[in-house]
Protein backbone atom coordinates (compact mmCIF):
# COMPACT_ATOMS: atom_id res chain seq x y z
CA UNK A 1 0.00 0.00 0.00
CA UNK A 2 1.24 3.61 -0.93
CA UNK A 3 2.11 6.15 1.87
CA UNK A 4 -0.94 8.38 0.78
CA UNK A 5 -3.15 5.67 0.45
CA UNK A 6 -2.33 4.76 4.34
CA UNK A 7 -2.72 8.07 5.15
CA UNK A 8 -5.85 8.22 3.61
CA UNK A 9 -7.29 5.19 5.59
CA UNK A 10 -5.85 6.24 8.55
CA UNK A 11 -7.02 9.60 9.21
CA UNK A 12 -10.90 8.71 9.31
CA UNK A 13 -10.45 5.77 11.85
CA UNK A 14 -8.39 8.23 13.78
CA UNK A 15 -10.94 10.59 14.04
CA UNK A 16 -13.78 7.91 14.75
CA UNK A 17 -11.25 6.58 17.75
CA UNK A 18 -11.23 10.46 19.25
CA UNK A 19 -14.74 11.16 19.38
CA UNK A 20 -16.19 7.65 20.25
CA UNK A 21 -13.87 5.55 22.49
CA UNK A 22 -13.91 2.24 22.00
CA UNK A 23 -16.33 -0.01 24.76
CA UNK A 24 -15.02 -2.91 25.78
CA UNK A 25 -17.24 -5.82 24.07
CA UNK A 26 -17.74 -7.43 27.69
CA UNK A 27 -19.89 -4.30 28.70
CA UNK A 28 -23.05 -4.07 26.51
CA UNK A 29 -24.68 -0.64 25.43
CA UNK A 30 -27.53 0.26 27.54
CA UNK A 31 -30.75 0.39 26.21
CA UNK A 32 -32.19 3.40 24.91
CA UNK A 33 -35.15 4.54 27.48
CA UNK A 34 -38.90 4.33 26.73
CA UNK A 35 -40.69 7.41 25.21
CA UNK A 36 -43.14 8.59 26.92
CA UNK A 37 -46.14 10.20 25.12
CA UNK A 38 -46.16 12.97 27.69
CA UNK A 39 -44.67 14.63 29.83
CA UNK A 40 -44.18 14.21 32.53
CA UNK A 41 -44.75 10.47 32.50
CA UNK A 42 -46.82 8.64 35.00
CA UNK A 43 -44.23 6.28 37.37
CA UNK A 44 -46.01 3.09 36.32
CA UNK A 45 -44.96 3.72 32.62
CA UNK A 46 -41.52 2.44 33.36
CA UNK A 47 -42.43 -0.42 35.51
CA UNK A 48 -41.98 -3.45 33.16
CA UNK A 49 -44.73 -5.49 32.48
CA UNK A 50 -45.96 -8.74 34.44
CA UNK A 51 -45.13 -11.56 33.60
CA UNK A 52 -46.83 -15.12 32.88
CA UNK A 53 -46.14 -17.45 35.90
CA UNK A 54 -46.21 -20.73 33.95
CA UNK A 55 -46.04 -23.61 35.73
CA UNK A 56 -43.72 -26.49 34.61
CA UNK A 57 -45.64 -29.70 32.38
CA UNK A 58 -46.71 -32.44 34.22
CA UNK A 59 -44.38 -35.69 34.83
CA UNK A 60 -47.69 -37.68 37.06
CA UNK A 61 -49.75 -37.75 34.13
CA UNK A 62 -50.35 -41.20 32.07
CA UNK A 63 -49.15 -44.39 32.56
CA UNK A 64 -48.45 -45.42 36.16
CA UNK A 65 -46.71 -49.00 35.37
CA UNK A 66 -45.09 -49.29 31.77
CA UNK A 67 -43.58 -53.02 33.04
CA UNK A 68 -46.88 -54.08 33.38
CA UNK A 69 -48.29 -53.59 30.10
CA UNK A 70 -49.46 -56.42 27.77
CA UNK A 71 -49.68 -56.34 24.07
CA UNK A 72 -53.20 -56.49 23.03
CA UNK A 73 -54.87 -56.05 19.30
CA UNK A 74 -57.38 -53.33 18.41
CA UNK A 75 -60.36 -53.70 20.73
CA UNK A 76 -64.55 -53.66 19.89
CA UNK A 77 -66.89 -54.06 22.67
CA UNK A 78 -70.56 -53.60 21.62
CA UNK A 79 -72.92 -53.66 24.40
CA UNK A 80 -71.91 -55.16 27.84
CA UNK A 81 -73.09 -58.71 26.92
CA UNK A 82 -69.43 -58.34 25.12
CA UNK A 83 -67.97 -57.19 28.62
CA UNK A 84 -69.10 -60.02 30.37
CA UNK A 85 -68.16 -62.27 27.72
CA UNK A 86 -64.26 -61.53 27.66
CA UNK A 87 -64.79 -60.86 31.79
CA UNK A 88 -65.86 -65.02 31.64
CA UNK A 89 -62.23 -66.03 29.66
CA UNK A 90 -59.55 -67.15 31.99
CA UNK A 91 -57.00 -64.94 30.23
CA UNK A 92 -59.44 -61.99 28.98
CA UNK A 93 -58.54 -58.18 28.41
CA UNK A 94 -61.55 -57.84 31.06
CA UNK A 95 -61.93 -58.40 34.68
CA UNK A 96 -64.51 -57.59 37.28
CA UNK A 97 -68.39 -58.05 37.26
CA UNK A 98 -69.43 -54.34 36.09
CA UNK A 99 -71.38 -53.31 39.37
CA UNK A 100 -70.49 -50.71 41.90
CA UNK A 101 -68.24 -53.00 44.00
CA UNK A 102 -66.56 -54.70 41.66
CA UNK A 103 -66.74 -52.87 38.00
CA UNK A 104 -65.43 -53.92 34.65
CA UNK A 105 -61.48 -52.76 34.27
CA UNK A 106 -59.69 -52.80 31.18
CA UNK A 107 -56.39 -52.40 32.51
CA UNK A 108 -52.33 -52.56 31.44
CA UNK A 109 -53.04 -53.19 27.65
CA UNK A 110 -50.12 -51.98 25.08
CA UNK A 111 -52.18 -51.12 21.43
CA UNK A 112 -49.63 -50.40 18.54
CA UNK A 113 -50.23 -49.54 15.36
CA UNK A 114 -53.50 -47.61 15.14
CA UNK A 115 -54.36 -47.08 11.27
CA UNK A 116 -57.56 -45.53 10.20
CA UNK A 117 -59.62 -48.12 12.77
CA UNK A 118 -60.06 -47.27 16.73
CA UNK A 119 -57.74 -48.99 19.39
CA UNK A 120 -60.21 -49.49 21.76
CA UNK A 121 -63.38 -48.81 21.64
CA UNK A 122 -66.47 -49.67 23.86
CA UNK A 123 -70.44 -49.30 22.77
CA UNK A 124 -73.50 -49.18 24.66
CA UNK A 125 -72.10 -49.30 28.62
CA UNK A 126 -74.14 -48.29 31.18
CA UNK A 127 -72.98 -50.35 34.43
CA UNK A 128 -69.41 -49.18 35.71
CA UNK A 129 -66.34 -49.69 33.30
CA UNK A 130 -63.01 -48.45 33.88
CA UNK A 131 -60.03 -47.88 31.54
CA UNK A 132 -56.92 -47.38 33.21
CA UNK A 133 -53.09 -47.17 32.82
CA UNK A 134 -53.40 -48.58 28.77
CA UNK A 135 -50.91 -47.50 26.14
CA UNK A 136 -52.54 -46.49 22.66
CA UNK A 137 -50.39 -45.74 19.71
CA UNK A 138 -51.06 -45.15 16.16
CA UNK A 139 -49.52 -45.81 12.95
CA UNK A 140 -49.27 -42.26 11.38
CA UNK A 141 -49.12 -42.18 7.21
CA UNK A 142 -46.49 -39.65 7.96
CA UNK A 143 -44.33 -37.82 9.98
CA UNK A 144 -46.74 -35.02 10.06
CA UNK A 145 -49.96 -36.21 9.80
CA UNK A 146 -51.85 -38.57 12.77
CA UNK A 147 -53.57 -41.98 11.90
CA UNK A 148 -57.81 -41.21 11.71
CA UNK A 149 -58.24 -44.04 14.18
CA UNK A 150 -59.90 -43.16 17.93
CA UNK A 151 -57.64 -44.16 20.38
CA UNK A 152 -59.68 -44.66 22.58
CA UNK A 153 -63.54 -44.79 22.11
CA UNK A 154 -66.17 -44.46 24.27
CA UNK A 155 -70.16 -44.31 22.32
CA UNK A 156 -73.60 -43.58 23.96
CA UNK A 157 -72.41 -45.03 27.39
CA UNK A 158 -72.70 -43.76 31.01
CA UNK A 159 -70.30 -43.56 33.78
CA UNK A 160 -67.00 -44.80 31.78
CA UNK A 161 -63.72 -43.76 33.42
CA UNK A 162 -60.62 -43.56 31.37
CA UNK A 163 -57.60 -42.43 33.89
CA UNK A 164 -53.46 -42.59 33.50
CA UNK A 165 -53.39 -43.53 29.62
CA UNK A 166 -51.45 -42.67 27.05
CA UNK A 167 -52.97 -41.99 23.67
CA UNK A 168 -50.35 -40.53 21.00
CA UNK A 169 -50.07 -40.37 16.69
CA UNK A 170 -53.94 -41.31 16.18
CA UNK A 171 -57.13 -39.39 16.73
CA UNK A 172 -56.76 -38.84 20.22
CA UNK A 173 -59.50 -40.28 22.99
CA UNK A 174 -63.42 -39.67 21.87
CA UNK A 175 -66.55 -39.64 23.20
CA UNK A 176 -70.25 -39.41 21.14
CA UNK A 177 -73.43 -40.22 20.99
CA UNK A 178 -76.36 -38.81 22.15
CA UNK A 179 -76.89 -41.06 25.13
CA UNK A 180 -72.87 -40.75 26.18
CA UNK A 181 -73.12 -39.14 29.91
CA UNK A 182 -71.01 -39.19 32.91
CA UNK A 183 -67.59 -39.30 30.97
CA UNK A 184 -64.59 -39.11 33.35
CA UNK A 185 -61.14 -38.53 31.47
CA UNK A 186 -58.38 -37.69 33.91
CA UNK A 187 -54.56 -37.92 34.11
CA UNK A 188 -53.88 -38.71 30.80
CA UNK A 189 -50.96 -37.99 28.62
CA UNK A 190 -52.24 -37.31 25.20
CA UNK A 191 -49.56 -35.99 22.82
CA UNK A 192 -49.65 -35.80 18.49
CA UNK A 193 -52.63 -36.65 17.49
CA UNK A 194 -55.41 -34.68 15.90
CA UNK A 195 -58.21 -34.44 18.32
CA UNK A 196 -56.20 -34.46 21.77
CA UNK A 197 -59.67 -34.88 23.63
CA UNK A 198 -63.29 -34.76 22.51
CA UNK A 199 -66.61 -35.31 22.67
CA UNK A 200 -69.76 -34.69 20.59
CA UNK A 201 -72.83 -34.21 22.31
CA UNK A 202 -73.59 -36.23 25.45
CA UNK A 203 -74.30 -34.10 28.67
CA UNK A 204 -71.82 -34.24 32.14
CA UNK A 205 -68.55 -35.31 30.63
CA UNK A 206 -65.59 -34.58 32.50
CA UNK A 207 -61.52 -33.82 31.47
CA UNK A 208 -59.65 -33.52 34.32
CA UNK A 209 -55.86 -33.47 35.00
CA UNK A 210 -54.95 -34.37 31.39
CA UNK A 211 -51.70 -33.43 29.44
CA UNK A 212 -52.23 -32.83 26.35
CA UNK A 213 -49.80 -31.50 23.62
CA UNK A 214 -48.80 -31.19 19.90
CA UNK A 215 -52.53 -31.58 18.45
CA UNK A 216 -53.01 -30.71 14.95
CA UNK A 217 -56.04 -29.61 16.00
CA UNK A 218 -57.79 -29.23 19.52
CA UNK A 219 -56.21 -30.02 22.50
CA UNK A 220 -59.74 -30.58 24.50
CA UNK A 221 -62.82 -29.93 22.63
CA UNK A 222 -66.69 -31.06 24.53
CA UNK A 223 -68.17 -30.34 21.07
CA UNK A 224 -71.96 -29.75 21.95
CA UNK A 225 -73.84 -30.89 25.10
CA UNK A 226 -74.68 -30.37 28.34
CA UNK A 227 -72.91 -29.84 31.89
CA UNK A 228 -69.41 -30.50 30.21
CA UNK A 229 -65.96 -29.59 32.16
CA UNK A 230 -62.89 -29.14 31.49
CA UNK A 231 -60.78 -28.47 34.08
CA UNK A 232 -57.22 -28.34 35.74
CA UNK A 233 -55.15 -29.47 32.18
CA UNK A 234 -52.31 -28.75 30.40
CA UNK A 235 -52.87 -28.02 27.18
CA UNK A 236 -50.37 -26.74 24.60
CA UNK A 237 -48.93 -26.41 20.99
CA UNK A 238 -52.31 -27.03 18.90
CA UNK A 239 -52.88 -25.50 15.44
CA UNK A 240 -56.29 -24.42 16.43
CA UNK A 241 -58.29 -24.16 19.61
CA UNK A 242 -57.11 -25.22 23.10
CA UNK A 243 -60.31 -26.02 24.59
CA UNK A 244 -63.56 -24.86 24.11
CA UNK A 245 -66.77 -26.25 22.39
CA UNK A 246 -68.40 -24.85 19.08
CA UNK A 247 -72.35 -25.90 18.63
CA UNK A 248 -75.14 -26.19 20.63
CA UNK A 249 -73.57 -26.06 24.39
CA UNK A 250 -75.26 -25.58 28.11
CA UNK A 251 -74.31 -24.82 31.49
CA UNK A 252 -70.38 -25.75 31.07
CA UNK A 253 -67.74 -24.80 33.24
CA UNK A 254 -63.78 -24.41 31.86
CA UNK A 255 -61.76 -24.06 35.07
CA UNK A 256 -58.02 -23.62 36.06
CA UNK A 257 -56.24 -24.40 32.73
CA UNK A 258 -53.28 -23.97 31.46
CA UNK A 259 -53.22 -23.34 27.91
CA UNK A 260 -49.95 -22.12 26.05
CA UNK A 261 -48.53 -21.62 22.03
CA UNK A 262 -52.32 -22.45 20.12
CA UNK A 263 -52.89 -21.65 16.54
CA UNK A 264 -56.22 -20.02 16.76
CA UNK A 265 -58.08 -19.52 20.27
CA UNK A 266 -56.91 -20.80 23.44
CA UNK A 267 -60.19 -20.55 24.81
CA UNK A 268 -63.02 -20.96 22.57
CA UNK A 269 -66.69 -20.50 23.76
CA UNK A 270 -68.72 -20.49 20.18
CA UNK A 271 -71.98 -21.17 18.90
CA UNK A 272 -75.47 -21.98 20.44
CA UNK A 273 -74.08 -21.63 24.52
CA UNK A 274 -75.40 -20.09 27.38
CA UNK A 275 -74.49 -19.99 30.56
CA UNK A 276 -70.77 -20.81 30.93
CA UNK A 277 -68.27 -20.16 33.46
CA UNK A 278 -64.79 -19.87 31.90
CA UNK A 279 -62.50 -18.94 35.56
CA UNK A 280 -58.83 -19.04 36.77
CA UNK A 281 -57.72 -20.10 33.38
CA UNK A 282 -53.79 -18.92 32.17
CA UNK A 283 -53.44 -18.21 28.24
CA UNK A 284 -49.75 -17.73 27.07
CA UNK A 285 -49.60 -16.91 23.18
CA UNK A 286 -52.77 -17.54 21.30
CA UNK A 287 -54.30 -15.63 18.74
CA UNK A 288 -57.07 -15.05 20.28
CA UNK A 289 -56.98 -15.31 23.80
CA UNK A 290 -60.33 -16.00 24.94
CA UNK A 291 -63.32 -16.06 22.54
CA UNK A 292 -66.68 -15.59 24.37
CA UNK A 293 -70.26 -16.17 23.79
CA UNK A 294 -73.22 -17.05 25.18
CA UNK A 295 -76.16 -15.35 27.40
CA UNK A 296 -75.62 -15.08 31.15
CA UNK A 297 -72.22 -16.72 31.01
CA UNK A 298 -68.85 -15.95 32.92
CA UNK A 299 -65.48 -15.00 32.27
CA UNK A 300 -63.68 -13.84 35.52
CA UNK A 301 -60.22 -14.37 36.77
CA UNK A 302 -58.49 -15.53 33.83
CA UNK A 303 -55.02 -13.99 32.79
CA UNK A 304 -54.12 -13.66 29.30
CA UNK A 305 -51.11 -12.73 27.97
CA UNK A 306 -49.44 -11.98 24.53
CA UNK A 307 -52.19 -12.32 21.68
CA UNK A 308 -51.77 -11.25 18.63
CA UNK A 309 -55.49 -10.45 18.11
CA UNK A 310 -57.99 -9.42 20.94
CA UNK A 311 -57.16 -10.76 24.43
CA UNK A 312 -60.99 -11.32 25.36
CA UNK A 313 -63.15 -11.63 22.16
CA UNK A 314 -67.10 -11.10 23.46
CA UNK A 315 -70.17 -12.14 20.86
CA UNK A 316 -73.21 -13.59 19.83
CA UNK A 317 -75.02 -12.77 23.83
CA UNK A 318 -78.31 -10.68 23.95
CA UNK A 319 -79.21 -11.48 27.26
CA UNK A 320 -76.05 -10.34 28.91
CA UNK A 321 -72.77 -11.69 30.01
CA UNK A 322 -70.13 -10.88 32.58
CA UNK A 323 -66.09 -10.37 31.57
CA UNK A 324 -65.04 -9.50 36.00
CA UNK A 325 -60.99 -9.28 37.21
CA UNK A 326 -59.26 -10.55 34.00
CA UNK A 327 -55.51 -10.08 33.87
CA UNK A 328 -54.96 -9.31 29.64
CA UNK A 329 -51.43 -8.02 28.78
CA UNK A 330 -49.72 -7.59 24.98
CA UNK A 331 -53.19 -7.93 22.90
CA UNK A 332 -52.33 -7.49 19.22
CA UNK A 333 -55.49 -5.55 18.85
CA UNK A 334 -58.19 -5.10 21.84
CA UNK A 335 -57.76 -6.00 25.19
CA UNK A 336 -61.13 -6.33 25.48
CA UNK A 337 -63.27 -6.15 22.64
CA UNK A 338 -67.60 -6.46 22.42
CA UNK A 339 -68.52 -6.94 19.28
CA UNK A 340 -72.29 -5.48 17.76
CA UNK A 341 -73.59 -9.05 18.08
CA UNK A 342 -73.44 -8.56 22.07
CA UNK A 343 -75.71 -6.93 23.91
CA UNK A 344 -75.70 -5.57 28.15
CA UNK A 345 -72.64 -7.07 28.40
CA UNK A 346 -70.69 -6.17 32.12
CA UNK A 347 -67.30 -5.37 31.88
CA UNK A 348 -66.06 -5.02 35.47
CA UNK A 349 -62.68 -4.85 37.23
CA UNK A 350 -60.67 -6.03 34.76
CA UNK A 351 -56.97 -5.03 34.05
CA UNK A 352 -55.69 -4.47 30.40
CA UNK A 353 -52.04 -3.36 29.62
CA UNK A 354 -50.78 -3.25 26.65
CA UNK A 355 -53.01 -3.08 23.45
CA UNK A 356 -54.13 -0.62 20.70
CA UNK A 357 -57.22 -0.43 22.45
CA UNK A 358 -57.93 -1.43 25.67
CA UNK A 359 -61.30 -1.84 25.48
CA UNK A 360 -63.30 -1.63 22.38
CA UNK A 361 -67.45 -1.47 22.98
CA UNK A 362 -69.46 -2.06 19.86
CA UNK A 363 -71.81 -3.70 21.60
CA UNK A 364 -74.87 -1.70 23.44
CA UNK A 365 -76.22 -1.25 26.74
CA UNK A 366 -72.50 -2.34 28.23
CA UNK A 367 -71.80 -1.61 31.19
CA UNK A 368 -67.81 -1.07 32.09
CA UNK A 369 -66.77 -0.17 35.64
CA UNK A 370 -63.93 -0.33 37.75
CA UNK A 371 -60.89 -1.39 35.01
CA UNK A 372 -57.74 -0.68 34.87
CA UNK A 373 -56.40 0.27 31.54
CA UNK A 374 -52.68 0.98 30.60
CA UNK A 375 -50.13 1.81 27.70
CA UNK A 376 -52.08 1.70 23.99
CA UNK A 377 -53.78 4.43 21.35
CA UNK A 378 -56.96 4.18 22.65
CA UNK A 379 -58.04 3.16 25.88
CA UNK A 380 -61.54 2.67 25.62
CA UNK A 381 -63.42 2.87 22.53
CA UNK A 382 -67.13 3.70 22.37
CA UNK A 383 -69.43 3.01 18.89
CA UNK A 384 -73.03 1.82 20.91
CA UNK A 385 -75.50 3.43 22.95
CA UNK A 386 -76.82 3.04 26.12
CA UNK A 387 -74.78 1.43 28.91
CA UNK A 388 -72.22 3.35 31.23
CA UNK A 389 -68.32 3.90 31.31
CA UNK A 390 -67.60 4.69 35.02
CA UNK A 391 -64.92 4.36 37.94
CA UNK A 392 -61.93 3.52 35.59
CA UNK A 393 -59.02 4.17 35.64
CA UNK A 394 -57.01 5.00 32.17
CA UNK A 395 -53.30 6.51 31.78
CA UNK A 396 -50.21 6.04 30.15
CA UNK A 397 -51.28 6.08 26.33
CA UNK A 398 -52.33 8.30 23.80
CA UNK A 399 -56.31 8.81 23.32
CA UNK A 400 -58.06 7.91 26.63
CA UNK A 401 -61.56 8.05 25.63
CA UNK A 402 -62.97 7.79 22.31
CA UNK A 403 -66.70 8.10 21.55
CA UNK A 404 -67.85 7.96 17.95
CA UNK A 405 -70.98 7.77 16.40
CA UNK A 406 -73.08 7.26 20.08
CA UNK A 407 -76.41 8.98 19.99
CA UNK A 408 -77.83 8.29 22.63
CA UNK A 409 -78.87 10.38 25.72
CA UNK A 410 -78.72 7.34 28.72
CA UNK A 411 -74.44 7.19 27.99
CA UNK A 412 -73.06 8.44 30.67
CA UNK A 413 -68.68 8.63 31.36
CA UNK A 414 -68.65 9.80 34.71
CA UNK A 415 -66.22 9.20 37.56
CA UNK A 416 -63.02 7.85 35.46
CA UNK A 417 -59.98 9.18 36.38
CA UNK A 418 -57.68 10.09 32.96
CA UNK A 419 -54.19 10.92 33.20
CA UNK A 420 -51.15 11.04 31.32
CA UNK A 421 -52.06 11.08 27.74
CA UNK A 422 -52.33 13.41 24.64
CA UNK A 423 -56.15 13.69 24.30
CA UNK A 424 -58.57 12.92 27.36
CA UNK A 425 -61.55 12.44 25.44
CA UNK A 426 -62.66 12.53 21.75
CA UNK A 427 -65.83 12.72 20.79
CA UNK A 428 -67.25 12.26 17.08
CA UNK A 429 -70.54 12.62 15.19
CA UNK A 430 -72.10 11.75 18.77
CA UNK A 431 -75.39 13.37 20.57
CA UNK A 432 -76.71 13.45 24.21
CA UNK A 433 -73.91 11.84 25.90
CA UNK A 434 -73.21 12.97 29.37
CA UNK A 435 -69.92 13.45 30.65
CA UNK A 436 -69.53 14.25 34.71
CA UNK A 437 -67.15 14.18 37.83
CA UNK A 438 -64.34 12.53 35.74
CA UNK A 439 -60.92 13.26 37.08
CA UNK A 440 -58.43 14.71 34.45
CA UNK A 441 -54.85 14.96 34.76
CA UNK A 442 -51.51 15.75 32.70
CA UNK A 443 -54.19 15.56 29.52
CA UNK A 444 -52.94 17.87 26.61
CA UNK A 445 -56.09 18.02 25.46
CA UNK A 446 -59.12 17.48 27.40
CA UNK A 447 -61.89 17.18 25.11
CA UNK A 448 -61.42 17.11 21.57
CA UNK A 449 -65.25 17.57 19.80
CA UNK A 450 -66.07 16.93 16.56
CA UNK A 451 -69.79 17.26 14.76
CA UNK A 452 -71.44 16.64 17.98
CA UNK A 453 -74.48 17.90 19.89
CA UNK A 454 -76.63 18.36 22.93
CA UNK A 455 -73.40 17.05 24.93
CA UNK A 456 -73.62 17.24 28.74
CA UNK A 457 -70.33 18.03 30.33
CA UNK A 458 -70.30 18.76 34.06
CA UNK A 459 -68.48 18.88 37.23
CA UNK A 460 -65.09 17.24 35.66
Not at 64 to 93: Q, S
Not at 191 to 203: K, L, R
Request: hydrophobic share 35%.
Amino acid sequence: MSRAVALLWAVPTLAFACAYPVVAQEKPMPQPPLMHLCEPADPAWDQPLPQPQIPPPPTNKGLTERGRLRPAPPLEFKGEAALEAEAAKPDGFVTGQGTAEDPWVIRDLLIAGVTDQWGLQVHFIKRPLIIENCLVDGAPPSEYSPAPGFGISVIDSDGVVIRNCQVSRCFGIYGGGSALKNLLVENCYVYSTSMGIMTSGGSHCTARGNYVHDSTKYGIFLYNGTDHVIENNYVKWTGREGIGTNGKAHRAKYLNNVILHTGWTAVNVEGETDDFLVEGNLVVDSHYGIIMGGNRSVCRNNQVFYGSQAGLWVFNCQEGLTLENNLVVASGSAGIDISPTCANARVIGNTVLQSSTGINLSGPGATVERNEVSRFYFGITVAAPGGAVRDNHVYNGRNLLHLIEVKDPTLVVSGNRLHHCIHGAIVQRCQGVTFSNNHLEAVGQAFSISDSSDLVIRDN
